[in-house]
């Protein structure tokens, strides 16, 4: 978060910096993670709370192995999945799918 603290004053978050990539990387993940329930988490959330460029996050996010959108739909599913099989068993799916954003709640239960 520092390194990414300081590029951004800096001015040098950009592809012409790839050491602030993993700093950008993980910001962007803490950021998704603490926003997993809120209907206004995608991709778009992560550059406008960060102040970079959706090219810059995409560069950012390539030398992982999912892009942001990719990355967020992963952990709502995994979130899920833990509630479903935490023992709440009067936690129905379509309740945990609402929860979790997914608006397919039959995709959802296919993918739990």
Do not use: K, N, W
């Not at 910096?17 to 992560?46: D, F, I, K, N």
């Amino acid at each position: 978060m520092i390194e990414l603290a300081r590029g951004v004053v800096h001015r040098c978050v950009d592809g012409a910096e790839p050491a602030l990539a993993p700093a950008l990387v993980r910001a962007a993940r803490e950021l998704a993670g603490r926003r997993l329930t809120h209907p206004e988490l995608t991709p778009g959330l992560p550059t406008r709370e960060l102040h970079v460029s959706v090219g810059t996050l995409s560069r950012a996010f390539a030398s992982t192995a999912e892009p942001v959108g990719a990355y967020i739909r992963r952990r709502r599913l995994e979130e899920a999945r833990q509630e479903l099989t935490a023992g709440h068993a009067g936690h129905a799916v379509s309740e945990v799918a609402a929860r979790r954003q997914f608006a397919d709640i039959g995709r959802c239960r296919r993918a739990v």
